[in-house]
């Protein structure tokens, strides 16, 4: 617990840093946006923290929380080192609902990229800078946010067809280096004829 | 005659009987394994339990050539199309049969995501309860299957499926029997026309020489 306080000294004084007294059995620290990507490098490159792994990115919605004033979204970055045992600590920013936009942190960890397109697609949260915002989990007609509260807990929306991932595919082989000499006609099919039965009507 | 009667290879049967014995005795099924479900359907398949028993001996990873396709495990929407898909290229006959709680309803999944039961996407044969089911069950919804085929007709099926066809033969038939009738009264009446005129003449030419 002294290394937590001597951290949230230095957090405090050089990023305008603020613990959370919510999380009164863990050790959360909750920082404007502008400051989130520089708090982050710094956790994940001083001596005193050095939080190599990035365990999680959560989302949270507020919407109907009891005895909350305050943005309606929130997103928290779980942290733990290596270097020390059983050292961890969570990072909260808080957005409201008109301006839902956060910095990436996918330049600093390599795993922020996956979870921050999970954190979009579920609560429709913009993670500005990041390389390739998509969906990760729904499928590519998917209208709205499910894991917001305000989503209808029944509605279901159904997908017309297989998700065509091919194209993404390919430019990752041709990121790698490799070439595309042919494709064949399976692999480039003629739209109607491959979506026959398959269509919503 | 008597050489044939003594090796004793022949055997008459109705062909629905023939037809559908070689059917439910020989159901390869295709594993659409997506949980826990398909786990069970593995231990179905090894020796302990031993599905190749009753004919489905062999677990076919291509639609093209299995007979069953079974769902084991949950669909989520973005699973469906897949699906369906699947069940597009089996060729006929085919059978479905839906393995556990979440292919048969969703399951506990009441979700955005989770299809609410396969039968929103295909026809299915059989349901299977459980959670997963065991074995035991897996070869009941075999049994059921098997009873469910003994009762198809192959006959009737085909003649459901080449109604169209026959109907436009008979009526083709009926329009060549026509025009054949037309022919032979055209033909008719030309002959007798040809008569009546002889008739005639030889009636004129009696006359004459009478004179």
Sequence with gaps: MADCEKLLAILEEKFGAKRDLADKWGFTVLVERENLHALMLFLRDDQSAKFDVLLDIVGVDY???????????????????????VRRMRVKVLVSETDCKVPSIADLYAIANWQER??????????????????LLNHAEFEGHPLRKDYPAHKRQWLSTNDYLLPELEARLESKGYKIVARSKE???????????SRKV | ??????????????????????????????????????IEFMSTETARYDLSRIGSEYVRFTPRQSDVLLVAGTITYKQAPILKRIYEQMAEPR????????????????AYCTVPGI???????????????????FFDAMFQLQEKIQDESYMKARAERVKEQ???IKAKTA????????????????GVQTIKEGKDNLMKKVAFWKE
């Design chain 1, 187 to 197: 692999v480039m099919p003629n739209d109607d004829e491959y979506l026959e039965g």
């Design chain 2, 119 to 137: 039968d929103h996407i295909i026809p299915v044969d059989v349901y299977i309860g459980g959670c997963p089911p065991r074995p035991e069950s």
């Design chain 1, 118 to 135: 999970e954190v979009f697609d579920q609560y429709g949260v913009v993670f500005e800078g990041h390389p390739d915002l998509r969906r």
């Design chain 1, 63 to 85: 919407l109907g929380f009891k005895d909350y004033e305050g943005p309606r979204f929130a997103v928290e970055y779980v942290l733990k080192t290596m270097k020390a045992p």
């Design chain 2, 166 to 168: 026959l109907e436009m």
């Design chain 2, 95 to 110: 059978w479905v049969i839906a393995m556990g709680a979440c292919a048969s309803s969703g399951g506990f999944y009441d």
């Design chain 2, 175 to 190: 329009e060549c029997k026509e025009n054949a009738e037309k022919a032979v009264k055209n033909a008719v009446s030309c």
């Design chain 2, 1 to 38: 005659m008597t050489a044939l009667a003594e090796k004793a290879n022949i055997i008459t049967s109705s062909l629905d009987f023939i037809v559908n014995w070689g059917r439910k005795n020989s159901l390869w099924p295709f594993p659409y394994g997506t949980a826990c479900c398909a």
